[in-house]
C-alpha cells in the first residue's frame, strides 16, 4: 500500500514563500485524495487544503496565498505557501484517502484519510 513522505520544511521570514513536497512511495497516488494539515503548538490539528482529482480547495486562513498542485509523473503533491506568517508556523502533514477507504465524510477532518506522512517542519520568524 502507498505511504506518504512530506518535505520541504524549514525556517523563513514573514512573507518568504516556501514549497512542501508530499511523494508517494511503497505505492501510488493515483485514485486518491491528498489533504494537507498543519498542527501548531498546542493546538488542534487543522485542515489546509485539499486536492481532489484537478480541483483544490483551501482553508479560508490560507486561501489566496496557499496552493496545491500535482505532478503526476513524479507522484507528487506539492504545497506552494506564499506571503508567510508567524502563525503560518506549524507541523504540516500530507494525507491520503485510499480509493477503497470509507471513513469520514468531511474532506476537511482528519478521519477522512487513512495514509499520513510524519509531518515536515515550518517556522515563520516575524
Known amino acids: 500500500q502507498v505511504q506518504v513522505l512530506e518535505s520541504g520544511g524549514g525556517l523563513v521570514q514573514a512573507g518568504d514563500s516556501l514549497r512542501l513536497a508530499c511523494a508517494a512511495f511503497?505505492?501510488?497516488?493515483?485514485?486518491?485524495?491528498i489533504g494537507w494539515f498543519r498542527q501548531a503548538p498546542g493546538k488542534d490539528r487543522e485542515f489546509v487544503g485539499v486536492l481532489a482529482g484537478r480541483t483544490p480547495a483551501y482553508a479560508d486562513s490560507v486561501k489566496g496565498r496557499f496552493t496545491i498542485s500535482a505532478n503526476n509523473a513524479k507522484d507528487t503533491v506539492y504545497l506552494w505557501m506564499n506571503s508567510l506568517q508567524p502563525e503560518d508556523t506549524a507541523v504540516y502533514y500530507c494525507?491520503?484517502?485510499?480509493?477503497?477507504?470509507?471513513?469520514?465524510?468531511?474532506?476537511?477532518?482528519?478521519?477522512?484519510?487513512?495514509?499520513w506522512g510524519q509531518g515536515t517542519q515550518v517556522t515563520v520568524s516575524s
Open positions: 494525507a491520503a484517502r485510499s480509493p477503497t477507504y470509507t471513513g469520514g465524510t468531511d474532506v476537511a477532518r482528519a478521519t477522512y484519510y487513512d495514509k
Open positions: 511503497e505505492g501510488t497516488f493515483s485514485g486518491h485524495l
